[in-house]
């Protein structure tokens, strides 16, 4: 345990972001770096309670030995500690900036105080590790002469690419994208996690033997239409070879599908074709595409900048549109939420160690409310119709209040009559979420799709009906979290390895 008495001594203190209207003038990550000093007394909070609950099924999803490596960090042994948080994690640099932590929510010392910082200290022992030099490239001792393609390098292809090749076997990542990365590279912005932070990574796996293969679109032969990215690498010029995935599947001895739920829910409502409304995820990688490029976001073909600017729904991409278009430098800012305003307690239906289903301030509503006075959020929302300014272009959009203690027809809400409002807006940023992968890969494989058009595989095996072809990530399990994708890519590659060494044949920890 790390210091018996610590959690009444010390109270929690997360590492701060940088002063919001300081950090909206750069695109440079949020997060500011605090002293040893500070994590080794926060590491000292935990508890080290019998029944870790941090590591159980409501806590960390790829099992981190967070009581372990709190321990280590309150005794200063950084070294100790990043080797043991490597052992279960392989990105430890991506989940200790962007996880939204279900560790903490699941803390016991949670029930009476505030959680330990468990998020940061995970973050603390890898960034330490990096600047130490401990961090270095380990290539496999032996080759088993088997290949596997991995389609899709998000952090479920990568986690499964990393354990892959250090059992030894030979592996290609295949990403239609420019760049390696998946969401972590175009989805995420550069404030929650810096691009230099993901090649960083990918520059590591490259020196392991890992092979990456960027701008190869995986399918059909034929050029499809589907996916944003190759969408707009065609309109900027950026060549895309495209491959048919059955042609793949014989070139490997087995094939890992990690192509993330690309497909963005629509919002079908009249003047959606209007000039100035676009998915989320048309803005956010177009924005992160002209950062790379050019270091600012001027160059990018959708900008907020003077603009008044309208995102509809929430989650972490609605968040990361509304701090995209604030360091653009937008007119007016509002969030547009279809459910009501969550409790700020948890609800008696939701009790620890469960995730706290309650209302949030994210860093985004922190640099509106900064920016403009309040935080840009409207609840219970229903938006009706994008308005035409004669010109073909977006004019406004118009609303009606909801209430969701009352139902009307089939919709689980009604509307409240006389609550209809019209809201004057130049850009409207659609972030509804995703409906699953393209359809491309399984229709030309005749892989099963759920009712939610995942990949009908089970998590655990990842295996489809076809005995050399795995699935993982979202595109396995519909949208989720980076932790869950390093968690199925690591389950797929312990799947994998036992299809081609048999069962134990993975030589490093599954
Ligand atoms: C804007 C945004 C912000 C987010 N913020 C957070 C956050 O803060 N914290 C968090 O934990 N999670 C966050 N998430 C969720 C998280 O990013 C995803 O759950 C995670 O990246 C899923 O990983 P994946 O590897 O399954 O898929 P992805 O990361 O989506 O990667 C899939 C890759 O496959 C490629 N691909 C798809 N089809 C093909 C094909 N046919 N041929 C070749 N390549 C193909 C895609 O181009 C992509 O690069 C966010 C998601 C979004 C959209
Ligand atoms: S990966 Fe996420 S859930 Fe696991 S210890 Fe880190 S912050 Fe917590």
């Known amino acids: 345990m790390a210091k018996l008495t610590s959690f009444r001594e010390i109270d929690r203190a997360a590492v701060p972001y940088r002063a ?6 750069d695109f440079d990550e ?3 770096s605090v002293g040893d000093i500070h994590l080794q007394d926060q590491g000292a909070r935990c508890m080290d309670c019998g029944v870790p609950f941090c590591q159980s099924v409501d806590g960390c999803p790829v099992d981190n030995l967070i009581p372990e490596w709190n321990d280590q960090v309150y005794q200063g042994k950084w070294r100790a500690a990043l080797e043991r948080l490597q052992q279960t994690n392989n990105f430890p640099e991506f989940t200790g900036r962007v996880c939204p932590a279900p560790c903490e929510g699941a803390c016991v010392l949670g029930i009476i105080e505030p959680a330990v910082t468990i998020k940061n200290i995970e973050n ?3 960034d330490r590790g990096f600047a130490e030099g401990w961090v270095v490239a380990r290539p496999p001792a032996a080759r088993s002469g088997k290949t596997v393609g991995v389609v899709g390098s998000g ?7 990393d354990q892959l090749n250090k059992a030894g076997h030979r592996v290609t990542v295949y990403e239609r994208a420019d760049r390696i990365g998946g969401l972590l590279m175009y989805g995420i912005p550069n404030m929650k996690l810096d691009k230099l932070v993901v090649n960083r990574r990918v520059d590591l796996l490259r020196q392991e033997g890992v092979e990456f293969l960027t701008g190869v679109n995986i399918g059909s032969s034929k050029e499809y239409p589907n996916g944003h990215i190759v969408s707009i690498m065609a309109q900027q010029g950026v060549p895309v070879k495209h491959l048919d995935v059955a042609e793949l599947l014989d070139q490997h001895d087995a094939l890992l599908l990690a192509t993330g739920a690309t497909v963005p829910r629509d919002l079908p409502i009249p003047g959606r074709d209007l000039t100035g409304v676009h998915f989320a995820m048309d803005y956010l990688t177009r924005n992160t595409q002209s950062l790379l490029a050019t270091g600012s976001f001027e160059g990018a073909a959708i900008s907020a900048r003077d603009k008044r600017v309208i ?7 609605g968040a990361d549109c509304i701090a995209t278009a604030l360091r653009q430098g937008c007119r007016e800012m509002v969030n547009f939420e279809l459910l009501d305003r969550p409790p700020d307690q948890r609800a008696v239906n939701n009790p620890w ?3 706290p289903l309650i209302y949030r301030t994210e860093y985004a509503h922190v640099e509106s409310a900064s920016r403009f006075g309040g935080d840009p959020r409207q609840f219970a929302l229903l938006t009706r119709e994008f308005i035409d300014d004669g010109r073909g272009h977006l004019a406004g ?3 009606v209040r909801v209430d969701w203690s009352s139902r009307s027809g089939k919709a689980p809400f009604s509307e409240i009559p006389g609550s209809e409002e019209f809201w004057e807006c130049d850009l409207v940023l659609l972030s509804l979420g995703f409906l699953g992968p ?6 030309r494989l005749k892989i099963t799709c759920d009712e939610r058009s995942n990949y009908q595989v089970a998590h655990g095996k990842f295996v489809t009906e076809l005995p050399r072809v795995f699935a993982a990530g979202d595109c396995r399990r519909g949208q989720s979290l980076v932790v869950w994708a390093i968690n199925e890519g690591r389950g797929a590659a312990r799947a994998i390895d036992a299809f081609l060494a048999g069962p134990g044949g993975l030589a490093v920890s599954g």
Do not use: S
């Not at 952090?155 to 690419?161: D, E, I, Q, S, Y």
């Open 353 to 355: 160690p469960e995730w």
């Open 397 to 399: 959009v118009k609303t």
């Open 155 to 161: 952090p479920a292809g990568l986690a499964a690419a």
């Open 20 to 25: 919001p209207l300081e950090r909206l003038d």
């Open 438 to 443: 393209e359809h491309e890969i399984p229709e």
């Open 30 to 32: 949020i997060l500011t």
């Open 311 to 317: 995102v509809i729904g929430g989650g972490d991409t």
């Open 124 to 126: 603390a022992i890898v």
